[in-house]
């Protein structure tokens, strides 16, 4: 059940993580996405010219800012690659990491159950896909270059979360995570995705 909501700063850590300018949810949202497209052009040899435009531009702007990525030579994109892959890992993923301890000590106070697959809930939020399957159950591969279809539902649990959790805020109330998350998959009609 929703509790009162009594702890000062659950919801600026909300706010941090899903609504400000600055988003951190949001922020590794992004480059999470932008390495993998990058990564289909690196890895699978698709064409840069079907890679995301809005990846490609954030990645030449945000890692290669001097230099076009198809006129890039190997060492700049090793070093660009390097560097987003920092940011993945560590800047934007310490960052979410930091801000749901913060909340998990929140809820603590209240009571509340504390996220404990911090990894599980901040990849439901930032990365959660489907792959597409045939009428076998076979993973449906991108021809002609072999990478599994992805159908991407991160977005929509962010927000959807984000909305759950912010009605609750009005009214001064908030409820576990997980709970939160329950509902939204309810809504969804989809399975449990992390504990």
């Not at 480059?31 to 064409?47: A, D, F, I, S, T």
């Not at 959807?160 to 939204?184: D, T």
Request: glycine share 6%.
């Amino acid at each position: 059940m929703a509790e009162k909501l009594k702890v000062r700063g659950i919801d600026e850590i909300l706010k941090e993580l899903f609504q400000t300018k600055d988003a951190a949810l949001v922020k590794y949202a992004k480059v999470r996405h932008v390495q993998y497209e990058m990564n289909l052009w690196r890895q699978y040899g698709l064409p840069l010219s079907e890679v995301e435009s809005g990846a490609k531009t954030y990645f030449q702007k945000r890692f290669l800012p001097k230099e076009r990525i198809s006129s890039a030579s190997e060492a700049q994109l090793a070093e660009a690659f390097k560097s987003l892959d920092h940011a993945v890992k560590d800047g934007c993923h310490g960052r979410c990491v930091r801000l749901v301890v913060e909340l998990n000590q929140a809820l603590s106070e209240l009571g509340l159950e504390l996220v404990r697959n911090v990894d599980g809930f901040l990849n439901w939020l930032t990365f959660d896909y489907e792959v597409r399957t045939d009428d076998y159950g076979n993973a449906v591969r991108e021809n002609p270059y072999g990478f599994e279809v992805r159908i991407f539902h991160d977005k929509e649990n962010r927000y959807q979360f984000w909305s759950e959790a912010f009605g609750l805020l009005k009214e001064g109330r908030i409820m576990s995570m997980q709970n939160i998350v329950q509902i939204v998959l309810y809504r969804q009609r989809k399975s449990v995705k992390f504990k």
